[in-house]
């Protein structure tokens, strides 16, 4: 799953991808940390040496603060996704805001910020620069939550879109447990025998980042 151009031109200031040839791409996964599924991921992307960002709920971090310290013991990159999972049309801007503050206050110093369920108006994001953080979308969406879809169909939702620079998003949750565990090593075979290599956010050189 893609999104269209069209809401990419709306959305300046926004990372969707790397403008770039070379066969790089960025894993990202949101809604950990959560036991069991997130030390499984991290065993899967250490086993095919793999790089990638985890966006975190602050709500989550709270909870398990072990597994979230597993991923910086690791050597992963992690960005914030606020605090309570809560859509910015039903919290409002105020309440939006507050949720983002909140959520920072348990993941500490991070550079990245993927809204709750990548829902935020263009005009909040350069109220959300001003907070030090770029504000990262996707360029490929697995929907491997979506428990309608087989695993197959999540990880050709994935293997169809990639292209040099995507940035792609993955759910290290339950409720994304059933196809993640087939689709993401699939994927990591796929990227691995393609020569696509997998990198951590950070290493997005600024002036590249573009639609
Ligand atoms: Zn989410």
């Not at 292209?163 to 196809?179: C, T, Y």
Request: charged share 25%; hydrophobic share 35%.
């Amino acid at each position: 799953m893609k999104p269209p151009l069209w809401l990419r031109w709306l959305f300046p200031g926004v990372l969707w991808r790397q403008n770039t040839e070379e066969k790089r791409v960025f894993l990202t996964f949101d809604d950990g940390p959560v036991p069991g599924v997130t030390p499984w991921v991290i065993e899967q992307l250490n086993i095919a040496d793999a790089k990638a960002t985890f966006f975190c709920i602050g709500d989550n971090i709270r909870k398990y603060p072990g597994v979230f310290g597993k991923l910086r013991q690791e050597g992963f990159e992690t960005g914030t996704h606020g605090y309570a999972h809560q859509p910015g049309h039903k919290t409002g801007r105020k309440g939006y805001f507050e949720d983002i503050d909140r959520g920072l206050e348990y993941c500490g110093k991070v550079n990245w910020f993927r809204p709750p369920h990548g829902i935020i108006f263009p005009w909040w994001v350069s109220e959300i620069r001003k907070k030090k953080l770029q504000v990262v979308l996707w360029d490929v969406l697995s929907c491997d939550y979506d428990r309608t879809l087989s695993p197959a169909e999540v990880t050709d939702n994935v293997l169809s879109n990639v292209r040099p620079g995507s940035v792609i998003v993955f759910h290290d949750s339950l409720k994304a447990w059933p196809n993640l565990k087939i689709a993401l090593p699939a994927v990591l075979q796929w990227l691995k025998t393609n020569g696509y290599t997998t990198e951590l956010l950070t290493t997005i050189n600024q002036n590249k980042r573009k639609l």
